[in-house]
C-alpha cells in the first residue's frame, strides 16, 4: 500500500559528499516522520536523522554538523544530504517513514536500504 524508493549510495572517498534519496508513493495523505538509520556490519541499527511534519529534525551526535536532513512534502520525499564522509559511516542506510494513508490509517514502512561505502 505504501513504499518507499531509496537512491543515492554507492563508493566514495574520505572526505567526500553523498546525497540520499527515499520517494514515498501509495495511498498517502501525509507523512507524519521521515528518517534515515544505518547499520554497519557487525552493528545494530542506529538512527541517523528524523524530520517530523512540522520540520522537527533530530540527527544522532556522530552525524551533526555533517549531515542535513530534508523533505519535500509535495514529492513525498526526504533527502539526506551527507559531507565530510568517513569511513566509520559506512554502512546500509535504510529509509523510514511514519503515514497517514488517506483512509486515515497509520503506517509506518522501511525502504530496501542503499548501500554507503566510504573508502579510499
Known amino acids: 500500500q505504501v513504499q518507499l524508493v531509496e537512491s543515492g549510495g554507492g563508493l566514495v572517498q574520505p572526505g567526500g559528499s553523498l546525497r540520499l534519496s527515499c520517494a514515498a508513493s501509495g495511498s498517502i495523505l501525509n507523512i507524519n516522520t521521515m528518517g534515515w538509520y544505518r547499520q554497519a556490519p557487525g552493528k545494530e541499527r542506529e538512527l541517523v536523522a528524523t524530520?517530523?511534519?512540522?520540520?522537527?529534525?533530530n540527527y544522532a551526535d556522530s552525524v551533526k554538523g555533517r549531515f542535513t536532513i530534508s523533505r519535500d512534502n509535495a514529492k513525498n520525499t526526504v533527502y539526506l544530504q551527507m559531507n565530510s564522509l568517513k569511513p566509520e559511516d559506512t554502512a546500509a542506510y535504510y529509509c523510514?517513514?511514519?503515514?497517514?494513508?488517506?483512509?486515515?490509517?497509520?503506517?509506518?514502512?522501511w525502504g530496501q536500504g542503499t548501500l554507503v561505502t566510504v573508502s579510499s
Open positions: 524530520i517530523t511534519i512540522v520540520d522537527r529534525i
Open positions: 523510514n517513514a511514519a503515514v497517514t494513508t488517506t483512509i486515515l490509517t497509520y503506517l509506518e514502512v
